[in-house]
């Protein structure tokens, strides 16, 4: 069993940065995937980053270049540097991880608003 706990949410003007931080409560390390998604008001959740099992990372569209997903494995924590930011990545951001076994376990979301 995993647990994970977002942190690092808030309120940020327009062009600011945030970074999130997801820490697990067991070992990530050699997990399937490890991911970040978001949910705005009113949309179905979305995928924003994600390292696969073999290291490689991608990301929503509207995120490229202004986003970054990195992981701390001895320090089991998940991190979403987010730079450039702005009105429309106002959501709600989760991590997600899925294991070996293909469970998917998911923390309880950080609030992430852009706003002037």
């Known amino acids: 069993q995993v647990q994970l706990v977002e942190s690092g949410g808030g309120s940020v003007q327009p062009g600011g940065s945030l970074r999130l931080s997801c820490a697990a409560s067991?070992?990530?390390?050699?997990?399937?995937?490890i991911s970040w998604y978001r949910q705005a008001s009113g949309n179905q959740r979305e995928l924003v980053a994600r390292i696969n099992g073999d290291g490689k990372t991608i990301y929503g569209e509207s995120v490229k270049g202004r986003f970054t997903i990195s992981s701390d494995n001895a320090k089991n924590t998940v991190y979403l540097q987010m730079n450039q930011l702005k009105p429309e990545d106002t959501a709600v951001y989760y991590c997600?991880?899925?294991?070996?076994?293909?469970?998917?376990?998911w923390g309880q979301g950080t609030q992430v608003t852009v706003s002037s």
């Open positions: 067991g070992s990530i390390f050699g997990s399937r995937l």
């Open positions: 997600n991880v899925v294991n070996q076994m293909f469970i998917n376990y």
